[in-house]
């Protein structure tokens, strides 16, 4: 009996890894637009897609970003500068889009431009810091979503979403751990509703990787500042100890080395757009697939302990 379920088993995943081999074809007639391209994922990304004769459409931040990116890709490749939090920004970039997509409609929609912002614990925070990284990882992928989606509808292409691995654990308080979980839930729902208009939605989450984002001294300076502004009752329930156990937690941890390979991420990204059959949710790391996954299916009382017994105790805890 066991024999015959490995089979099974053996059968499926071959099955699987047949279906996800098959490729779109015409790639090199098709547009694909993707936010965040001044550094990270989203300038690599952008690279290596121009590299396979796509036509990328690169939205950056900043001017500089726009021209290092211009200066390491082909002709084919088009830039355009887009602030996620600002409709204007948002509407003269579509527009654009229009203008170079023509009749052929958007295949790829990749939603990269992220921010982390403060990891502090919740109380320690304003409304504001979490507002900031909320209209940049899910208000503003939100808004650039829809609208661009009359596009993507138009040529039956790709919705490529990049989520986190904190958008299924959420390890530290602030706004990024929100954003992400809410990241995750508009796609699902997006997903079923475009289904019928043969649009595919793929959720990337990565785990921890080597980018501006992860700038070690940062975070730290984030931690400091969260602390000196919290409210001075918040201060006594904690203490200055556990502040202090905290920031040299964070710092040994966000020193813990992450991966450098940042095409663990970009490939999954490319298959969601290029594959025949993509799949809806794509794990970007070994420790995502092999440690944070896992850990995220296992009983809620258990991750919890798993992911707070080297916490510090608080001054005033019970």
Request: net charge positive.
């Amino acid at each position: 009996m066991w024999l015959y379920l490995a089979a099974l088993l053996g059968l499926y995943f071959l099955h699987r890894w047949y279906r996800e081999q098959q490729a779109v074809q015409n790639l090199r007639e098709k547009y694909v637009l993707i936010t965040g391209c001044d550094s990270g994922f989203g300038h690599l990304l952008a690279k290596h897609l121009d590299m396979r004769g796509l036509r990328v459409l690169a939205a950056c931040l900043s001017q500089q970003g726009a021209e290092q990116l211009k200066k390491a890709t082909s002709e084919r490749l088009q830039t355009v500068i887009l602030d996620v939090t600002r409709t204007d920004s948002i509407a003269a970039a579509t527009a654009w889009v229009k203008e170079q997509v023509g009749d052929k409609g958007l295949w790829g929609l990749v939603n990269n431009a992220g921010i982390i912002g403060s990891l502090a614990p919740n109380e320690w925070l304003t409304k504001d810091d979490f507002v900031k990284v909320l209209d940049v990882n899910l208000i503003g992928l939100i808004e650039v979503t829809l609208s661009v989606l009359p596009l993507v509808k138009q040529a039956r292409g790709r919705v490529v979403n990049v989520a986190s691995i904190l958008g299924r654990l959420a390890f530290y308080g602030g706004g990024y751990c929100p954003s992400k979980y809410g990241v995750e839930a508009f796609s699902d729902s997006l997903r079923r509703e475009l289904r019928p208009f043969g649009v595919k939605i793929a959720v990337v989450e990565p785990g921890y990787f080597r980018t501006v984002m992860t700038d070690t001294q940062h975070h730290l300076e984030c931690l400091e500042e969260s602390w000196r502004h919290a409210r001075p009752e918040v201060k006594e329930s904690y203490g200055q100890c556990y502040f202090d156990s905290l920031y040299k937690l964070t710092r040994e941890s966000l020193l813990t080395k992450p991966s450098t390979n940042l095409y663990l991420v970009t490939d999954c990204m490319e298959h969601a757009l290029t594959a025949r059959h993509p799949r809806t949710r794509y794990s970007g790391g070994w420790d995502a697939q092999f440690l944070y996954i896992p850990l995220s299916y296992l009983p809620t009382a258990l991750a919890d302990w798993v992911l707070t017994w080297t916490w510090p105790r608080p001054a005033q805890a019970v």
